[in-house]
């Protein structure tokens, strides 16, 4: 038998926060984002679920390229452009629209020979201060962009870095509006944060939304706000068993460096879940854990394939037991990835991106 673990990809979960990214923003196309192999999902995976997007947004021109050996004929954006000029010819192959950030991708693209203009997503810098043009400059790039017989479409993006939190969008949006101010094109500016908070304004809503992780079930700007606050279904689960099962007596310590001592008599379970199956190793005691649906708390160090658990609330818990990490369990309830990544110390994001090539991935409805 192999190890008992197992992670499971939700199709419908998939398809129904597409829809709710659809009504968090009336009127506006989707892009569905892909990058990181779709946080970790798989491409090829998830794509069945996401195919009801308008686009695919990512930044790896191999994984582009697995998009459109999908068969996906529309739109699909390369989110930090082109890394060399060579890189043009793909774009103008597969037809992949590309952002463009900064002057050296003009100039490749002023020297690129072909057929079909490119349709570029110019990129303002408008606080977050990682890639796009400085305020100041970015009418002068989109007059370079313009002058090119290698451009068509001219579209406008930028990137919140607080979409999620309490500095909000409002300065970052500010300068986004003066400097796209009468530039003609369609408008990006919206993450999954900025979808969900802020896209009832049709102005910040804009042509296209790019909602990232709220596609994948994960709550934005948790614990501000919850996945089910936002109606969103986890994408991903990841489930293994308990494989012992033991009473500790008071005094007794569990794992590595004995970090958790039982005060009292309590049963513990081991289960086939790691820091090599990208569990998060900094997981601290207490972070909770489904074990046959019931929520229980994590006990003592993370280690390489196995962590324990408590099953003192779980008493009917034995060998076999489902234990449920993060996602949904058998009996529909719900671990909220969100919640675990918090107990870490880090984000959903993290924790999808980090699940480990051993650990076998199905699809499911
Ligand atoms: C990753 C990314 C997104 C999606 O962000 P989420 O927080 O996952 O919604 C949107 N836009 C750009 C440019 C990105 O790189």
New binding site residues.
């Given amino acids: 038998m192999p190890r008992p673990i197992k992670a499971t990809i939700h199709t419908a979960a998939l398809r129904h926060n597409l829809e709710r990214m659809r009504d968090a923003a009336p009127g506006a196309r989707v892009w569905a984002?892909v990058?990181a192999d779709a946080y970790g999902h798989g491409i090829e995976r998830a794509f069945e679920g996401l195919r009801g997007a308008d686009g695919f947004?990512l930044?790896d021109l191999a994984e582009a390229q697995r998009v459109r050996d999908l068969d996906w004929r529309g739109p699909i954006l390369l989110?930090e452009g082109v890394f060399e000029p060579r890189d043009l010819e793909l774009c103008s192959r597969l037809n992949l629209w590309h952002a463009v950030h900064c002057d050296e991708q003009i100039d490749w693209l002023a020297t690129h020979k072909t057929h079909q203009p490119h349709r570029v997503f110019l990129k303002l810098n408008s606080g977050m201060n990682r890639l796009g043009f400085a305020p100041e400059r970015f009418r002068a790039a989109y007059a370079r962009l313009q002058a090119l017989p290698q451009v068509d479409e001219i579209s406008l993006?930028t990137?919140f870095s607080d979409a999620d939190g309490d500095k909000g969008i409002a300065v970052q949006w500010a300068v986004f509006q003066r400097a796209a101010d009468g530039l003609p094109g369609e408008r990006s500016v919206c993450?999954?944060?900025a979808t969900l908070r802020h896209a009832q304004d049709a102005a910040v809503r804009g042509d296209w939304v790019?909602?990232?992780?709220?596609a994948y079930g994960s709550s934005?700007d948790f614990p501000a706000h919850d996945a089910a606050h936002w109606g969103l279904r986890p994408t991903m689960t990841l489930a293994a068993k308990v494989i012992a099962v033991s009473d500790l007596p008071a005094g007794a310590s569990v794992g590595y460096g004995s970090t958790f001592t039982a005060e009292a008599p309590m049963r513990i379970g081991v289960v086939a879940c790691g820091y090599a199956d990208g569990y998060p190793r900094h997981a601290p005691t207490g972070t909770p854990v489904l074990v046959d649906g019931v929520r229980t708390r994590l006990l003592g160090r993370v280690s390489m394939d196995m962590i324990v658990v408590d099953l003192t609330t779980v008493p009917q818990a034995a060998l076999g037991s489902e234990v449920t990490l993060w996602g949904t369990s058998a009996n529909g309830a719900v671990l909220p990835i969100e919640d675990v990544a918090h107990a870490a110390g880090t984000v959903g994001?993290e924790l999808m991106c980090a699940l480990a090539r051993r650990v076998p991935v199905s699809v499911a409805d």
């Fill in positions: 984002i990058k947004a930044l989110l993006m990137h993450n999954s944060a790019r909602p990232g992780i709220a934005p994001y």
